[in-house]
């Protein structure tokens, strides 16, 4: 494996900020002045959208037929949809439990014409499901609700909250935003939001680091995910993608959210002429409340602000203008006091105490910019070119020791002693160091098409990408037990240790380190639309590149889908896909676990293959959807990694090939009449096999099994090899089961209550310092309930006098959220510690006990 040096230039030198601005100025000038080459003829079509009784209905599907073209309605019910001039269109609003809408018109080029419509309650209708949703069903894609992440009872984002719900989707860190998909790790996962690549923090380590997602539940309007199998138009990750999309304000709205973890806010709007929209949101959050309650007491002072907004123009009726501009602050300080853990069994009970001096003091700042076009040249024609940038200053500084004694305590029932330390096992020190510095800058220029021909959709894509890193890290850690530094100093029986005998750390990482690289990629995928007669057939065939500069390495993936409809009673949709999932390595897999980089690091590679079926029935007179997905996944090139609570720490090197195989199922629908509710049921295996891994069993003159060199009467006079062949990967959670439940009560509407329940087997882990294939035993099952009680407090139909200021609100809503409602110890990782006899205890660390949360959103 390659050096660090192999690939450092100017290694004392930060991350050369300037240079990367200059370049985002030069690119977004150079897309601002293509403006000039394109112009296009449209009309606007816009109205308000109510239910028999005129009650405004929200996210009402507003769709061209025959194209993609659509927009939903808001929480008043309105919508501005942009409608090809000059042509007669069918304009279609559909919305689950009402009866599909659709008007034919043309329009002249500039109109903007208004139309009101009123849907009709139908929900014994199978008709009334939404036309986008047909066309999102051919593809192996889930649309979700937004508004359901408003008052899903939820510790971190309310999206990523409703996504560790879905089928293939484990999460075992209520902490944290992170989440596996289909045995993939958090790195695996690509997340887009208004067509933007989102990038994670680099140095997190556990979930109360993390703070707040990327993504704003309160701004969004779309919410799209694939587990495996999507098309080539997205980029080269192995696992899943998160496609959201943000708002585009059609009138002026604000919101507040107080809550005990935090508070946010945000506003909406646009100009009288329509043509110029923003959309703006703050969040606060901290969770020194949460984290006062978990085992480790100290002063936790927690503080994580973003700001986001998108600003848009439509500088013609042919071209319209985008910003997205995102900032982040994050600091995280701890300065840790004590902690006492009982853990063991019951005929075998310990407890570990531990006092603490020193502190923890971590920042994380990101920036995101990005400057969009879309260009209309003709009604069958949409291109759009993206310029964005990326940057993120992360910093990880400790110094930390801490004393620990090991006691075993008395079990005995009838004993006065029960539950109290009767044998001291062990006791001793260790201390952790960290000065880590890192800085990392990506710019992006992308231009993408779409050109709908008869009944095909062409789509391509071109995108460059220019990463800069620098990285300066420094830490190790130090063992003490009883006075003796493990690992023991060389002893001679008698005589007394030299003084110079070098003092032994673990974990020692040091390197600095500055890296510079580009990227092309691209894609061109085309869809048919085929058959007819009230049956379907369509297919989906792209093809994506991708070259990275740094190991010379030119990736070629071919992707397919295939859905086919059948004429029968029941609406089912069958849908096959299969393809090629490069994920070339980004710097963390570059970099191993001594800090040094590789410079022949290869992409790993998955091939996927995943067949699924939806089914939609009635059930109490309400419509229901059944899903489930069958898949297997060839891995290699595979780059071993472990984990630790969120922190992944990669071997860099492409010395494993492995599989993922499994079966998802999920039914969706109105199990409480007007509410939408989803259970979720995964079963999966994923192994890898380290190629060229082996260890040696030894025996003595007697035949007996021993540890040579473990005493002196240990001599090993036979061997015998072992290859241990496939292991589980860590992110093996053979059965997870998930629900998401909302209710009402019949006689107050206004009165809801929504419950989470996640359930998965436990994850593989190991000792510390130990190979890949020791790592076979299994964390505990992670259980949690959380449940959330809402009332409505103003609403539509809330009245008050013309004076009075709360006239003004929209909605209020109150909540009362408890978090793991049955106080449920989870486990997500363990801390080890050794006594004098080198003897080493798995002390676990558990996550969030029972909590309470009060929350008020107000809406204007």
């Known amino acids: 494996m390659g050096n660090s040096n192999d690939k450092i230039i100017n290694?004392?030198?930060?991350?050369?900020?300037?240079?990367?601005?200059?370049?985002?100025?030069?690119?977004?000038?150079?897309?601002?002045?293509s403006l000039v080459l394109f112009s296009q003829d449209n009309a606007v079509l816009s109205g308000k959208v109510t239910d028999q009784e005129n009650k405004p209905l929200e996210l009402v599907n507003v769709a061209i037929l025959g194209s993609t073209t659509g927009v939903a309605t808001n929480h008043e019910g309105n919508y501005t949809l942009t409608v090809p001039a000059g042509r007669e269109v069918v304009v279609d609003f559909s919305f689950i439990g009402f009866e599909p809408r659709r008007f034919k018109m043309t329009l002249r080029p500039g109109e903007i014409r208004e139309l009101d419509v009123a849907m009709i309650s139908r929900p014994t209708e199978l008709k009334a499901v939404e036309i986008r949703d047909d066309q999102i069903r051919n593809y192996n894609y889930v649309r979700l609700d937004p508004k359901g992440a408003k008052l899903v009872p939820t510790l971190t984002g309310?999206?990523?909250?409703?996504?560790?719900?879905?089928?293939?989707?484990?999460?075992?860190?209520?902490?944290?935003?992170?989440?596996?998909?289909?045995?993939?790790?958090?790195?695996?996962?690509?997340?887009?939001?208004?067509?933007?690549?989102?990038?994670?923090?680099?140095?997190?380590?556990?979930?109360?680091?993390?703070?707040?997602?990327?993504?704003?539940?309160?701004?969004?309007?779309?919410?799209?995910?694939?587990?495996?199998?999507?098309?080539?138009?997205?980029?080269?990750?192995?696992?899943?993608?998160?496609?959201?999309?943000?708002?585009?304000?059609?009138?002026?709205?604000?919101?507040?959210?107080?809550?005990?973890?935090?508070?946010?806010?945000?506003?909406?709007g646009l100009s009288r002429n329509r043509k110029f929209t923003y959309l703006a949101g703050v969040r606060y959050k901290t969770n020194q409340y949460v984290l006062k309650s978990l085992e480790t007491k100290g002063n936790y002072k927690p503080n994580f602000i973003d700001i986001q907004s998108v600003f848009a123009y439509d500088l013609t009726s042919k071209i319209r203008l985008s910003a997205l501009g995102y900032y982040s602050s994050n600091s995280y300080l701890l300065v840790p006091e004590s902690r006492q853990t009982n853990f063991g069994t019951i005929e075998e009970a310990y407890r570990l105490t531990i006092y603490f001096d020193g502190q923890e003091v971590d920042k994380y700042r990101m920036g995101l910019g990005a400057f969009t076009v879309d260009y209309y040249p003709s009604d069958a024609l949409r291109l759009k070119f993206i310029v964005s940038g990326f940057q993120t200053q992360e910093s990880e500084t400790f110094d930390v020791r801490g004393q620990y004694w090991i006691g075993r305590l008395e079990n005995a029932l009838g004993s006065e002693e029960f539950g109290n330390v009767v044998e001291v096992?062990?006791?001793?020190?260790?201390?952790?160091?960290?000065?880590?510095?890192?800085?990392?800058?990506?710019?992006?220029?992308?231009?993408?098409?779409?050109?709908?021909?008869?009944?095909?959709?062409?789509?391509?894509?071109?995108?460059?990408?220019?990463?800069?890193?620098?990285?300066?890290?420094?830490?190790?850690?130090?063992?003490?037990?009883?006075?003796?530094?493990?690992?023991?100093?060389?002893?001679?029986?008698?005589?007394?240790?030299?003084?110079?005998?070098?003092?032994?750390?673990?974990?020692?990482?040091?390197?600095?380190?500055?890296?510079s690289t580009n990227r092309l990629m691209g894609y061109l995928q085309n869809s048919w639309d085929l058959l007819g007669d009230g049956r379907d057939l369509s297919i989906t065939a792209g093809i994506r590149f991708h070259y990275w500069d740094y190991n010379g390495q030119f990736l070629v993936s071919p992707r397919v889908t295939i859905a086919y409809k059948p004429m029968w009673r029941r609406e089912v949709i069958f849908r096959f896909s299969s393809g090629y999932?490069?994920?070339?390595?980004?710097?963390?897999?570059?970099?191993?676990?001594?800090?040094?980089?590789?410079?022949?690091?290869?992409?790993?590679?998955?091939?996927?293959?995943?067949?699924?079926?939806?089914?939609?029935?009635?059930?109490?007179?309400?419509?229901?959807?059944?899903?489930?997905?069958?898949?297997?996944?060839?891995?290699?090139?595979?780059?071993?990694?472990?984990?630790?609570?969120?922190?992944?720490?990669?071997?860099?090197?492409?010395?494993?090939?492995?599989?993922?195989?499994?079966?998802?199922?999920?039914?969706?629908?109105?199990?409480?009449?007007?509410?939408?509710?989803?259970?979720s049921l995964s079963f999966l295996k994923t192994s890898e096999d380290i190629i060229d891994d082996y260890y040696y069993d030894y025996y003595n003159e007697s035949g007996i099994k021993i540890i040579p060199g473990y005493t002196p009467d240990q001599v090993a006079v036979d061997s015998i090899r072992y290859e241990p062949g496939y292991i589980p990967r860590?992110?093996?959670?053979?059965?997870?089961?998930?629900?998401?439940?909302?209710?009402?009560?019949?006689?107050?509407?206004?009165?809801?209550?929504?419950?989470?329940?996640?359930?998965?087997?436990?994850?593989?882990?190991?000792p510390p310092d130990s190979p890949r294939y020791k790592h076979t035993q299994r964390y505990p099952a992670y259980r949690r309930v959380d449940l959330g009680f809402s009332k409505l407090l103003i609403g539509e139909n809330t009245r008050f006098k013309e004076k009075n200021p709360l006239r003004h609100i929209d909605n209020a809503w109150l909540s009362l959220e408890v978090f793991n409602l049955f106080g449920i110890n989870n486990t997500v990782s363990y801390i080890w510690v050794k006594d004098v006899n080198n003897r080493q205890y798995a002390v676990p660390n558990y996550l969030t006990p029972r909590l309470v949360n009060l929350k008020l959103i107000v809406e204007i």
């Open 11 to 33: 290694p004392d030198s930060r991350l050369p900020l300037m240079k990367i601005t200059r370049k985002l100025v030069l690119s977004l000038l150079a897309g601002m002045a």
């Open 158 to 268: 309310g999206i990523e909250a409703m996504l560790k719900t879905l089928p293939g989707v484990s999460s075992g860190n209520e902490l944290s935003s992170q989440y596996s998909v289909r045995g993939g790790n958090f790195d695996e996962n690509l997340v887009y939001v208004n067509g933007i690549e989102i990038y994670r923090p680099f140095l997190i380590r556990s979930g109360q680091q993390e703070g707040l997602s990327f993504v704003n539940s309160t701004l969004v309007s779309g919410i799209l995910f694939s587990a495996g199998g999507w098309d080539a138009k997205y980029g080269d990750k192995m696992s899943s993608v998160l496609d959201i999309t943000y708002r585009k304000p059609d009138s002026a709205a604000a919101s507040v959210q107080l809550s005990l973890l935090g508070a946010e806010g945000h506003i909406e």
């Open 425 to 515: 096992q062990g006791v001793g020190t260790f201390m952790e160091h960290a000065r880590n510095y890192l800085d990392a800058g990506v710019i992006n220029t992308e231009h993408k098409g779409i050109w709908f021909y008869k009944r095909n959709i062409l789509s391509w894509g071109l995108k460059y990408q220019h990463e800069e890193v620098s990285d300066r890290l420094s830490e190790w850690e130090l063992v003490d037990s009883a006075g003796y530094v493990i690992p023991n100093p060389p002893t001679v029986i008698g005589g007394i240790t030299d003084p110079k005998d070098p003092l032994e750390l673990k974990n020692v990482v040091r390197t600095n380190i500055s890296l």
């Open 581 to 679: 999932y490069y994920q070339p390595p980004f710097y963390k897999e570059l970099r191993d676990l001594e800090g040094n980089l590789n410079p022949d690091i290869r992409a790993q590679k998955s091939i996927h293959f995943v067949g699924g079926v939806d089914l939609h029935f009635l059930a109490w007179d309400r419509p229901f959807k059944f899903t489930t997905e069958a898949y297997y996944k060839y891995l290699d090139d595979l780059i071993p990694y472990y984990v630790d609570n969120v922190r992944i720490r990669y071997t860099a090197e492409n010395s494993a090939r492995g599989y993922a195989t499994g079966i998802d199922f999920k039914v969706n629908g109105e199990f409480i009449k007007g509410t939408e509710s989803w259970a």
């Open 730 to 766: 860590p992110s093996d959670q053979r059965v997870s089961f998930a629900l998401f439940f909302q209710d009402y009560l019949p006689l107050i509407p206004s009165f809801k209550a929504n419950l989470t329940l996640v359930f998965g087997t436990g994850l593989p882990f190991g």
